[in-house]
C-alpha cells in the first residue's frame, strides 16, 4: 500500500482507531495515539506496499436485492464516500447456478488482486449441490464481515399470528398446500426448510425464488405462504406493515435494540428454539480474493475492510439489518470455515442434497 496517498492514510489511521476501540481504550488516549502514527504515516516511505490502480470487481453470488448484494453495494458506496480506495470499484451479480460461476469465476481468477467475492454459505452448499470441482480453500480469504440472521417470516395479513400458529396451520394443510419461498434451490433456504418441516412433522413445499428481494415480494403478494428471509432482506416490508416475524433461527436471539417498527426491534423477535422449533443457522457474509495472490495485496484488502467496518455507515447498517459483528481474519477465519464445511456437509448429507 502506498501509505503517501490519502487513500493509503485513512485505512492504516481508522484500523489503528479501530483496534484501539476494541481495546476499550478512552477515546482521548485514542485520538492522542492515532494523532501521532498520523505524523508518522506522513514521513515515513519506508511503510510503502501494494495497492491497486485499475478498478476492482467485487463479484456478489446472488442476485440483486438479497442480503450479499445489499452488503455489497454498502462496502462499495462506504469506500466510495470516504475516498478508501485509490480507484473505483464495481460491484457485478453472478448469481447462475445458485452461485456456481461466481465461484469458478475466482477459480480461474488466480493470482488476480483485482477481483474480489462477498461469499455466502453457499460457499460450502453449491459445491455440494452441484458437484463442481471447486472449494472453498482455492481462493484466499480476506475477512469475514459478519453473520447473518435468519428469520420466519408471514404475510402481516395471514392469521398466523405466532409460531404455535405456524406449526398448525402446516399440519392442518393439505400435501403441498403450504408452501416456504426461498432463494435458489439446495441452498441454505431450503436446508433450513427441510429441517424445519422435519421438526414439525408435516410437509412444507419449497418454492424456489431468485434473490432475497424477490422472495420477500412474493411473500408481501401472497405468492408464497412463509419465508426464512435474512432480517436486511425484510425489513422494509416489516416496517411497511406487510411482513410479520414469527421467530429468530438463532438460540441467542437478535442483541440489536434499535426500534425497527414502532417500538418494536429486533430484539423482541422470539428465538425459535424458545417457540418450540429447536433449529439454529446463521449464514456466512465474507470476502475472499482469488488463490495466490500474494501477502502484500492480502493486508491491503484486510485493512480496508477493517477500515470499512469502522466507519458510522457500517455500524448503522449493522443495527438496521440486526447482523451478528463477528469478525475473523487470517488462520482463525481459516479454522472456522474447515468446521463450517464439514457441518453443511453433514446439512446437505441429512438433507438428501448432496450431488451423485
Known sequence: MDYYTDSGR????????????RLMFTRLFSYGICLAFGFFLS???????????HPVEFIVPA????????????????????????????????????????LLHLQRSSGDPYKLII?????????????????WSEMTPVSMMALDEFV?????????????????????AKPGEFTMGGTG????????????AKIIGAPITY??????????QNLTDGHVRSTVNNPIEAVAQWRAGKLRPLCVFDASGIPHVQ???????????????????????????AVFLPGDVSADQLQYYTTLLQTVRATPEWKAMIAEAAYDTELLTGNILIQWLKSEDRRHYRLMREAGFLAR
Not at 119 to 135: A, H, K, V
Not at 260 to 284: E, F, H, R
Request: aromatic share 8%.
Open 119 to 135: 461469499t455466502l454459505s453457499n460457499l460450502f452448499t453449491t459445491p455440494y449441490s452441484t458437484g463442481i470441482p471447486f472449494n
Open 43 to 53: 514521513d515515513h516511505q519506508a511503510w510503502a506496499n501494494w495497492q491497486p490502480k
Open 259 to 285: 426500534n425497527i417498527v414502532g417500538k418494536k426491534a429486533w430484539v423482541d423477535i422470539p428465538t425459535c428454539g424458545s417457540q418450540g422449533l429447536p433449529l439454529n443457522y446463521k449464514m456466512l457474509r
Open 63 to 102: 442476485g440483486v436485492g438479497g442480503g450479499a448484494d445489499q452488503m455489497a453495494r454498502m462496502i462499495q458506496s462506504i469506500i466510495v464516500k470516504h475516498k478508501l480506495l485509490p480507484t473505483s470499484m464495481v460491484v457485478v451479480n453472478e448469481s447462475g447456478e445458485s452461485g456456481a460461476e461466481a
Open 10 to 21: 485513512k485505512i492504516v489511521l481508522a484500523s489503528i482507531c479501530y483496534f484501539l476501540e
Open 207 to 216: 418454492v424456489p425464488l431468485g434473490g432475497g428481494g424477490d422472495v420477500a
Open 152 to 172: 420466519l417470516w408471514v404475510n402481516a395479513a395471514d392469521p398466523i399470528r405466532n409460531v404455535a400458529d405456524y406449526v398448525a396451520a402446516v399440519r392442518a
Open 185 to 196: 434451490k439446495k441452498q441454505e433456504d431450503q436446508i433450513i426448510t427441510v429441517a424445519l
